[in-house]
């Protein structure tokens, strides 16, 4: 439901945020406002603020930022009407009342809670008494005692066609409540309503709030094909946005910092038995989007579990490729594979807690997994499939939405192919190489050329170029190195890990980037028409043709294609520098900012290593006559 704008103002009034956030990280005054140390990331140095007067708060180590509201959602796993009515809780402000139509479905649900509810208690006791026998004797043999199997309050519904249906409407539950909740389904030849479940062990299925909302069921027939069996989807549960057990780990798994995807039903009580509570499980398919933001509701870097075998590994690497559109910063997953041939539930029987643990401790990063599976037992003796392999892999990481995680991968992966084949030789053409090296120049602590250290002359000095501001600054040379990477594409290809960490102000140049950075990485030996060619077709022409007739653009005659190699490469570097000592810049004002309102000696430590950092730049930036532009 919507709130009004009042009634929430009147929640966070009445609940300071300081108290709040009091009852889980220790606070002190610094000021106006409270500070401590961060509960979302592992920090020495406190750089957590509460800024009590405007009711929020504030990481300066991680970012982590929001109200009271958020607060309750991002440390106890709360949906927002949730912490709404939490908060509504601790103010003694009573919750205002839904309009009619949201009552009125508001009333059917809670209806089918309460057929969901009195079908659970049926099944319990079915399981308890003589015709659950068998099913209790499996149990068993699987480990799980009467305490546990009360905690998940398991099941047994009868090999009966009417069973259900003569129990509960017994109670007074109407023939098609239990359709609409899936626990009998209608005849395809008009006969009676039969019983969805029949001879299987029952799994309630609760929602966030503990709810029953559907059942799974396991059958006790060896031969049945369909061995374990989830409700149809209806007006309470919906398979693709429910995780088994989502309820019982929440608190586990903020206690813990993390949350176990696994496999199955027994997994996740197996693991509860032995002491590990924070384990969910999908409901027999693949996570979906909405099952992983559940869980990154719980824990920014959520452990998917699978098996250790082939068919474990691949499953593994299909999860990591469907994560991708979905990264947003800081957060991501982490893979655990089990040993060959045990699940969670066989290694907590056999080895004990300890084991598992030893192996969700191990879990490995989604970049390494990543890796992995793309490049693991591929052939690249030679350069041409080296290009292949990658090809497939940068192609891969365009799949990434979020374009500033998106640039971290394609540096991240840049520097794996060059551990990895750097013994191989550099992807540089054999004449451009020659060509290099009849320079003879010195490196620099950028890797290349000094003969660009000297000062800029009075004319470029006054020139307009010199005289633009910080933001006309750092557009033109945001536009200069896409000018050089269009027309000197080998150039940008051996400096792919430079441009793959740039982060452009214009989003439409940083598109631009990114699309070059794919497209370079993917095809070598392109030329410049072919490149121009391949922009254009993927909606990138405009663009080019732009930066084509930029008058500020012609004076920088090193960018444009008569330039050879060595000069292109040493305009590079400059502008390159120019953008290093711009971003100094602008990271140097925030930080400013930060000290003028916090005040705190952190902050002044980092403004003075920042400070020092840009000075040591000086001289070495792209404002230098006859290298990147003609006098003016």
């Not at 369909?226 to 693709?240: I, R, V």
């Amino acid at each position: 439901m919507r709130f009004q704008p009042r009634f929430m103002d009147e929640l966070r009034d009445r609940v300071p945020i300081g108290d709040l956030v009091g009852r889980k990280v220790k606070l002190t005054r610094a000021g106006r406002d409270l500070k401590g140390l961060c509960p979302f990331h592992n920090e020495k140095t406190p750089s957590f603020h509460v800024v009590e007067d405007k009711n929020f708060y504030h990481c300066f180590g991680c970012g982590a930022h929001g109200d009271a509201i958020g607060w309750l959602m991002e440390t106890e796993g709360l949906s927002f009407p949730e912490a709404v009515e939490h908060l509504a809780d601790l103010a003694g402000v009573p919750m205002p009342r839904p309009d009619p139509e949201e009552r009125k479905r508001a009333a059917v649900a809670a209806n089918l809670h309460d057929v969901t509810e009195t079908a659970t208690t049926w099944f319990q006791q079915q399981l308890g008494g003589s015709a659950g026998r068998a099913a209790r004797a499996y149990l068993a043999d699987r480990g799980l005692d009467p305490r546990t199997m009360m905690a998940f309050r398991l099941g047994f519904a009868p090999d009966s066609y009417d069973a259900v249906h003569d129990a509960l409407t017994a109670r007074g539950i109407k023939l098609d409540q239990l359709i609409d909740v899936g626990l009998l389904k209608r005849s395809d030849k008009g006969g009676k309503p039969y019983s969805y479940f029949r001879n299987r062990i029952i799994f309630p299925i609760t929602d966030r709030q503990g709810r029953v909302v559907a059942f799974g069921g396991r059958s006790m027939e060896k031969d049945n094909p369909a061995k374990y069996l989830n409700s149809p989807e209806t007006t309470l549960f919906h398979k693709g946005r429910t995780l088994y057990n989502l309820a019982g780990a929440r608190k586990a798994a903020h206690e813990s910092g993390t949350v176990v995807a696994v496999e199955g039903y027994m997994d996740v009580i197996a693991l509860a038995q032995a002491g590990l509570a924070n384990a969910v499980a999908p409901l027999g398919t693949a996570l979906t989007p909405e099952q992983i933001e559940a869980l990154w509701k719980l824990s920014a870097e959520p452990v998917l579990c699978f098996d250790g075998d082939t068919a474990g590994v691949r499953a593994a690497s299909r999860a990591a490729e469907r994560a991708l559109p979905l990264l947003k910063p800081g957060h991501s997953l982490r893979f655990a594979l089990l040993p060959k041939g045990l699940d969670p539930d066989d290694l907590v029987r056999r080895e004990g807690k300890e084991a598992m643990e030893a192996v969700l401790k191990a879990a490995e990063p989604l970049s390494d997994l990543l890796w992995r599976s793309l490049t693991e037992g591929v052939d690249a003796s030679t350069p041409e499939r080296r290009a292949g392999l990658e090809k497939n892999v940068f192609s891969r990481l365009a799949d990434i939405s979020d374009e500033k995680i998106r640039g971290f991968y394609m540096r991240d992966f840049r520097d794996r192919f060059f551990q990895t084949f750097r013994t191989k030789g550099r992807s540089f053409s054999k004449g451009q190489a020659n060509r290099n090296q009849q320079g003879g120049n010195k490196k620099s602590p950028w890797g290349r050329s000094q003969a660009m250290s000297g000062p800029a002359s009075p004319q470029l000095k006054a020139s307009r170029l010199a005289r633009s501001g910080l933001r006309e600054d750092l557009h033109l040379f945001e536009q200069l190195i896409c000018l050089y990477a269009i027309n000197h594409p080998a150039l940008a290809q051996s400096h792919a890990e430079e441009l793959a960490g740039l982060d452009f102000t214009d989003s439409v140049l940083d598109k631009l980037r990114l699309e070059l950075l794919v497209t370079l990485s993917s095809d070598q030996g392109l030329d410049p028409d072919t490149l121009k060619d391949h922009l254009a077709k993927n909606g990138f022409g405009e663009t080019v043709a732009h930066l084509m007739r930029a008058p500020l653009l012609r004076p920088a005659w090193s960018a444009w294609p008569d330039a050879t190699v060595r000069e292109a490469e040493i305009g590079w570097c400059h502008v390159m520098a120019r953008l290093r000592r711009l971003a100094l810049k602008r990271e140097i004002a925030a930080i400013e900012a930060a000290y003028r309102k916090n005040g705190s000696d952190d902050t002044l430590r980092h403004l003075i290593q920042l400070k020092r950092e840009f000075d040591k730049a000086e001289g070495t930036e792209a404002e230098l006559e006859g290298y990147v532009f003609r006098p003016i």
